[in-house]
């Protein structure tokens, strides 16, 4: 085996190379972020800071763009509260501050009246679940009490006047006064809105969309509208709410239209993503904010309060009423022809406000009342008449709308005439509301027609004895969309007509109370 070679003693050790530094260790690449998941947090972001109440730092400040009036100064035995919140809204003319261009255009001619076009009480449940809301005709027989004028110091009696004449009186103040005398419900807050904001309003929401089923045309204001569905500006949607010459129904059909531009108004802020953008709610808020009065208190958190509650509104969870009417021409003199309110039915309408409680009945469960999985208010129905029986289709519209169904209000006649089985025609993929529309048909006959959409179809046989209530047991999902061709049949909810019979109200009144869904479009 050979030996190694020696090492010379004289030789130098090999160098040694200094090792290179470690390198710092990397840390796992971690997968990119696909970009819907960004789009999903970002959503979600905006979602949580709505559900925070809109974002404070998004309304704090808005207070300063409110003018400020006070309702309640030295106010004495008053009603007691309640539960819930009312807000007592007036709309105010104020074509002073219009511009005379505008002025001309939607025939806004005429000095100011300093009075109340409009006068609503606004109640909002303490669970923020439901709004009520109640309108008084602006004729209402009234009585305004006692005062001292602020001006002059001089007393002035209870006398009678028309419900819009205290405002012209004293203001605010005895505005509140007598509306809380007649109704004896505690008014919470007060909101005065002019022509002003109310147009501004809507155009920042970029309009609403008003389903008629009738035209509409009225000399006075220059309101002209065919039958369909329309999207009014500030302009035009301030023509629609003024005008009382399109039929002969005068302020009562003022009142009604008002009331379904609101439900309108409130579907379209809450279904076109204002309150989950912080930005657009502080820009419609500054819009509306900026032409009204308010007493003291209403203030940012109310503003939050009320982005709380309409978060989860949409037409369906609202109620709309007038008060009940007895004499819709009771002639007092010195103050010319006045709408009579019905005493007892009124007092139960407001004994159902103050009590929190819902204008509509509703049947105990266990009374009567079928279980179904889908909420009637989710289901879209069209009524088709098989029969030789004149006005079965309406009556059965009505019934169904009644019980919470979203019915076309205009029923039609069926191609055949001698249906003697009612028939519920659907798209198998809606089969769920189908069941649910079923068992408020019972008897009736299933029949998937492939294709047919959203739109399910009640074709009535001499069958037909009536309409059994039914609700969904307890909070359930909707019935999944899901995107199909458009179809003749596919129509969009009309608003009904006014001979359509609405739910029975709490207080007894036949035809008092509509519920939103109905008086919108789908």
Request: glycine share 10%; hydrophobic share 35%.
């Amino acid at each position: 085996m050979p030996t190694p070679p020696r090492r010379s003693p004289t030789a130098r050790p090999p160098e040694r190379r200094p090792r290179p530094p470690a390198r710092p260790k990397r840390p796992p690449v971690r997968p990119k972020k696909p970009r819907w998941a960004m789009r999903a947090a970002s959503t979600f972001s905006v979602v949580v800071l709505a559900s925070a109440g809109i974002g404070h730092a998004v309304v704090t400040g808005l207070d300063a763009d409110i003018a400020r009036v006070d309702p309640f100064k030295d106010m004495k035995n008053r009603p007691r509260a309640g539960h819930g919140m009312n807000v007592l809204l007036v709309g105010t003319d104020g074509r002073d501050r219009i511009s005379e261009a505008d002025r001309h255009e939607y025939r806004l001619g005429g000095a100011p009246c300093r009075c109340t076009d409009t006068i609503m009480i606004v109640h909002l449940s303490a669970d923020r679940d439901r709004a009520s809301v109640v309108s008084l005709p602006r004729d209402s027989y009234a009585e305004v009490p006692g005062r001292t004028d602020p001006a002059t110091g001089g007393h002035h009696g209870t006398h009678p006047v028309k419900l819009n004449a205290a405002y012209a009186e004293g203001g605010p103040n005895l505005t509140v006064r007598t509306v809380e005398n007649m109704t004896h419900v505690k008014i919470d807050h007060y909101l005065e809105v002019d022509f002003t904001s109310f147009m501004k309003t809507v155009d920042v929401l970029g309009g609403v969309r008003i389903c008629t089923a009738e035209p509409l045309r009225d000399s006075y204001t220059g309101l002209d509208l065919p039958a369909g569905t329309h999207t009014l500006m500030g302009g035009q949607a301030l023509q629609y709410v003024r005008s009382r010459h399109v039929d002969g129904a005068a302020d009562l059909g003022r009142m009604k239209r008002q009331q379904r531009f609101l439900a309108a108004l409130v579907e379209q802020a809450t279904t076109s993503g204002v309150l989950l953008n912080p930005l657009r709610f502080r820009d419609v808020t500054r819009a509306v904010l900026g032409s009204v009065r308010a007493d003291q208190g209403f203030g940012t958190d109310e503003l939050l309060d009320l982005g709380r509650g309409l978060r989860n509104f949409s037409p369906s969870s609202s109620e709309f009423t007038t008060v009940p009417i007895s004499d819709m021409a009771h002639v007092v003199k010195g103050v010319g022809s006045t709408v009579m309110w019905d005493g007892p039915k009124a007092a139960k309408l407001f004994d159902a406000l103050r009590d929190d409680k819902p204008l509509t009945v509703r049947r105990a469960p266990g009374s009567g009342v079928a279980t179904v999985d889908v909420p009637p208010r989710q289901i879209q129905v069209q009524v088709e008449n098989g029969t030789t029986v004149g006005g079965l289709g309406r009556r059965v519209d009505a019934a169904l709308a009644a019980t919470g169904f979203r019915t076309t209000g205009r029923p039609v006649t069926a191609a055949q005439h001698d249906v003697r089985r009612t028939v519920i025609a659907h798209d198998p993929r809606w089969d769920r509301s189908a069941r649910t529309l079923a068992a408020a048909l019972p008897g009736s006959e299933l029949r998937a027609v492939p294709g047919q959409g959203t739109l399910l179809k009640v074709i009535v046989g001499s069958d037909f004895k009536r309409v059994t209530p039914v609700r969904a047991d307890g909070p359930q999902p909707a019935e999944p969309t899901r995107s199909t061709p458009s179809t003749p049949s596919a129509r969009p909810i009309q608003a009904p007509p006014s001979s359509t019979g609405p739910a029975e109200g709490a207080a007894g009144a036949e035809g008092a109370v509509e519920t939103g869904e109905r008086m919108g479009c789908a």
